[in-house]
């Protein structure tokens, strides 16, 4: 018996991920380069200027573009493989990035580019992913929904694209394909989902549909009783406890960036209770920012770019806890630290914390995975119209106006910064004082075990990433030079 099961475990194991080893390779966008981002965001005054923001819109879009499906409903980026198999990784690496395009499109910016001598219509780029996407007799349709789907996940990103595009995309669209879309997107009021962050999506498909005058009314009960149960992790202080790894950084990118949407869709869903936790929320995060980006900390840390996302839907919302001009110096020292210093290439976002290190990315994570980290430039975006974000006075961060220490008794997180060098650390005051456990690396033992199994064995730093005691813009503990240098 014991034989049995050994080998049924290895033929497990060699079955491998599917379409491991179909990588494309990286195409260095030509309408926008790599070296004019650089340039743009290398410069010294404090506030980057609307064209960064616009060109790395463009830079981005160009690698998208690229690297899209023949019919157009996924995006097969370059970089590694996630444990989910390659048809994952390229809905995520297309579902991540549609709120980008959409957010642009409802600030009023032009619907066609000419991106390298190639003329794109965004508007038409986004209908035929989409539609392709959502009908179950095309060749890229992304299937039924099963429980705890992945793809149940990403159609919170797809609600938020139609809402923001609604006036370009969704009015365009014929009311077959209307139904079409609405019938794939409620399967996902149907199946299972993880509780934490994961439980949002469903409210934002069914926030969506509501708001693009879809017939979801058999879900009412659901969807109220679904975010009750979402609100049992609020602790307080504005932090989510989102299991099962507890406070981090997704209470930004993921939880108030997603309530945000929420409140937006539906106008006057608690809005008493979103605005409130925002508002706390922000008042100590902001601390977590300098001119050397934000300590790494927790898991998905390719996202870091999108950390900035909560401040600024803070800065809609609760601009008496963050000005609008302090949540846009925090986007502005990110990505322009982030992004001098690897954060995207070959038209895309790396995988790694500065640049490609594999060593710190999850194996759930896969090429398109790493896009969520565009979670701050869509709200940005989205607010520019109404709120002239992008050209605000910005206001000085706190490690700009003094050394502090900033105690949150809910996370039992202490951040501290030294206005001399801008450096801030995050202590974890809960983990031991003598605790700092460094990050296990990427070994050629588990690359070629990789290319044996046909899926990914990177290194687990999860215990590295939560249980060391410090975590510091001074030592990121990976290796992250400024590029060129």
Known sequence: MALVSAGLFVLREMRGVPGWGQGVAAVEPVGVTRAQILAEMSGTD?????????????????????????????AYLPGAGSEHGRDADGLEGFMRFIPLISAWLGSGRPER?????????LSQ???????????????????????????????????????????????????????????WMRQVLDVKVYAGN??????????????????????????????????????????????????????????????????????????????????????????????????????????????AAGLLTASAMAPEAIAPGEAMRALDASTRFFVTHGSVAGGTVTQGFCGPDLSVIDIYSGQGSCQMGLRGLVVAFFLDPSMRLFETARRPLPVELGD???????TNWTISGRRDDGHVTLTIDGNPSDAQIPLQPYTLRQQLTEMLLLKPRR????????SSRQYSTSNFGVACPRVGS
């Open 404 to 410: 502090f220490s900033l105690h949150n008794p809910v």
């Open 46 to 74: 404090r506030a980057l200027p609307t064209r960064a923001y616009e060109d790395l819109f463009k830079y981005l879009l160009e690698g998208f573009v690229t690297y899209r499906s023949p019919i157009g409903a996924r």
């Open 198 to 307: 994961w439980s949002l999506s469903p409210l934002l498909v069914y926030a969506g549909l509501r708001a693009l005058g879809q017939d979801v009314h058999r879900y009412d009960e659901r969807a109220k009783t679904m975010f009750e149960r979402f609100k049992t992790t609020y602790k307080g202080a504005g932090w989510f406890d989102d299991q099962p790894s507890g406070f981090d950084y997704y209470n930004s990118w993921a939880i108030h960036y997603n309530l945000f949407w929420l409140s937006r869709m539906n106008p006057g869903f608690e809005t008493s209770f979103i605005r409130e936790a925002q508002a706390d929320f922000a008042g100590f995060f902001k601390h977590f920012f300098g001119p050397n980006g934000v300590p790494m900390f927790g898991r998905s840390v390719c996202y870091r770019m999108g950390a």
């Open 113 to 121: 580019l000419n991106l390298g001598g190639r003329q794109v219509d």
């Open 459 to 466: 290194p687990d730093n999860h215990h590295a990433l939560y």
């Open 125 to 183: 780029l986004l209908i035929e992913g989409i539609v392709a996407g959502t009908d179950p007799h095309n060749p890229e349709y992304w299937g039924a929904l099963r429980d705890y789907d992945q793809a149940a996940y990403e159609a919170g990103d797809l609600a938020t694209a139609l809402w923001l595009s609604r006036g370009q995309v969704w009015s365009r669209l014929t009311p077959a394909q209307r139904d079409q879309v609405g019938a």
